[in-house]
């Protein structure tokens, strides 16, 4: 005991994927080695599921081929690429309650547009679980509330419930890199990458208690950038505290909700002295049924001085929503919508610079239509208008949209809608009347006891007023897919696609593309599958000279994937 803890120091200031593998290899040994000890017979404890360790291997071989004269546009690169990525699973259970998993994928490729490093890993993470705790080490996903943290981290997060799921306390620390490659090569080369961020880690804590009908949260958050970060470049370095608390309370059916926060922000620019900004963010919302209706509403106030690091919020807004909606016959339901929101809240902004947005909406929706159960029409307006306090700019815009689907002998099935936009620019005195119609058919045949198709077929059409260049814009797109599948364990595939642009000014195009993909199950290997692909797309543009910017992709994909 004394030589595997003493190895375990090593490896976890070495390596910490190492350490993460052989912590969870020890949880294993442990429980499967612990010597026996007397004592007076117990009730019978559950059954204990199984240790699983699997692998599961997912490798693809990509040829792609780019030609003509506009090949540099193509995000596509001439060569073969290989792509494999292996994913270690593992499961072990010390009990009917407590789990332990560890999960670590690793990506080799050759193809600089899929991954720049040849090696990498892609997620590293070491779970323990019982009824009380859950403890993480590696990815995690921070989740406390909206404006406070959610985000994915590379560090470790643990949470204690107290009594139940609603009573708990929970904590996390890490570091804000999307790739493990950056973290790993500070702590061993402590040398520089070009593509590497700048530095920026944080962490905080969150407690909750609640009971049937209510929770109250309390969160604390602090993030910092590393302002003496080598691959910092000219950007500003942040600092930041933010402490928020969020509820919610449910009464009869209605559940309301909501949360206050307050950052206080540190600037350090890269030349200039470090300033401080402190500012409130408040939202409440309300959701549920009433009377009939079908209710979701919300207020939101950001102040212009508050930023989330961790979390989401738009700076400088200030919102009201509400939605209502309600079952008016057996078949027919409508609702009402209205959003209005506007920026520039402060005292000190110009009329220049406030904006007022508002959106009206209503809509109805119809089934069983000449008694068809399957037949549906709906209907939506919306009005929406973006205006300066000033008038320098103001826009109005008229949405119309009709839809109707239904199915016809049983398999067969379309949709069809048409659709309206008519906005006009206030200051400018002029009007621009945009439609679009489309049409959806698709089909599930089966043609025999073995083998299933489902053809499908689009096609839209696209005519806009352009109220800049003051002409006409017409785009055409057609398009029809082929899947199927032969005796449950063959796939296979066809589609093509042609969109047609015809602008007033500018570049008109012809984009036609085509595919073809078969994929087999392998009974012989469990959750084995291989397929192949291969998708060829021709871009030709006809402006100023023709033919110049036109070129042709093609890609070949074949990929086989396995469990272990």
């Not at 019982?130 to 993480?136: A, G, L, P, S, V």
């Not at 604390?220 to 370095?237: H, K, L, T």
């Not at 963010?281 to 009377?291: E, L, P, Y």
Request: aromatic content about 14%.
């Amino acid at each position: 005991m004394i030589n595997t803890l003493s190895l375990f120091n090593s490896l976890k200031k070495s390596s910490a994927p190492l350490f993460l593998l052989t912590l969870f290899l020890y949880s294993i040994a442990s429980a499967q080695t612990a010597s026996p000890q007397t004592a007076s017979p117990a009730p019978a404890s559950p059954a204990i599921p199984k240790s699983v360790v699997s692998v599961i291997s997912r490798s693809e071989m990509e040829s792609d081929t780019v030609s003509g004269p506009g090949k540099q546009t193509s995000f596509y690169k001439n060569g073969t690429f290989y792509n494999q990525e292996l994913e270690f699973l593992g499961e072990m259970y010390h009990s009917a309650s407590s789990l332990s998993r560890l999960e670590f994928t690793t990506r080799f490729t050759d193809n600089i547009l899929v991954d720049p490093e040849r090696f990498s890993i892609e997620k590293l993470a070491y779970n323990f679980k019982d009824e009380k705790n859950d403890i993480t080490f590696g990815d995690y996903f921070a989740n406390f509330t909206q404006y406070s943290f959610s985000k994915a981290i590379k560090g470790a997060g643990f949470q204690h419930n107290f009594q139940d799921d609603k009573n708990y306390i929970r904590a996390t620390y890490g570091s804000f890199y999307n790739q493990w490659d950056y973290l790993l090569h500070n702590w061993v080369s402590k040398t520089l990458r070009q593509t590497e961020p700048m530095s920026r880690y944080g962490g905080g804590a969150r407690y909750q208690i609640g009971g049937d009908k209510y929770f109250v949260g309390f969160n604390s958050v602090f993030i910092s950038d590393q302002e003496n970060d080598g691959n910092r470049i000219s950007e500003n370095a942040y600092s930041q505290n933010l402490n928020s608390i969020d509820w919610e309370y449910v009464f009869k059916s209605l559940r309301f909700m909501g949360e206050h926060a307050r950052s206080d922000t540190r600037t350090k620019p890269f030349s200039g002295d470090k300033t401080t900004k402190d500012a409130w963010a408040n939202t409440i919302k309300m959701r549920g049924d009433a009377f009939g209706f079908s209710l979701d509403a919300r207020i939101e106030n950001v102040a212009p001085d508050f930023s989330t690091l961790g979390g989401g919020a738009t700076p400088d807004r200030r919102r009201y929503y509400g939605n209502i909606s309600r079952q008016l016959t057996k078949h027919l339901r409508g609702y009402l919508m209205s959003d209005y929101y506007y920026n520039r809240i402060d005292d000190t902004s110009t009329a220049t610079t406030k904006t007022n947005n508002s959106i009206i909406e209503t809509g109805l929706t119809q089934t069983n239509i000449l008694s068809r159960k399957d037949m549906v029409l709906s209907g939506i307006y919306r009005f929406g208008k973006d205006k300066n306090v000033d008038g320098t700019n103001e826009r109005i815009k008229n949405r119309v949209k009709l839809s109707l689907s239904d199915r016809l002998f049983k398999e067969l099935k379309y949709k069809a809608a048409v659709e309206g936009i008519f906005e006009e620019d206030v200051p400018d005195q002029t009007m621009g009347n945009n439609y679009l119609y489309s049409f959806d058919l698709s089909w599930r045949c089966k043609l025999t006891k073995d083998l299933i198709i489902r053809p499908e077929a689009f096609y839209s059409y696209r005519f806009t007023d352009n109220v800049t260049t003051r002409g006409d814009d017409k785009v055409n797109t057609v398009r029809f897919n082929l899947t199927g599948d032969y005796k449950g364990n063959n796939r296979f595939g066809m589609g093509a696609e042609l969109i047609g642009s015809n602008v007033f000014q500018g570049t008109d195009s012809c984009n036609k593309s085509w595919n073809l993909y078969y994929e087999r199950a392998l009974k012989m290997v469990k959750d084995a599958t291989f397929k192949i692909d291969y998708k060829v797309n021709m871009y030709d543009f006809s402006g100023d000279h023709p033919g110049d910017d036109n070129y042709t992709e093609k890609r070949f994909i074949m990929s086989f994937n396995m469990r272990i």
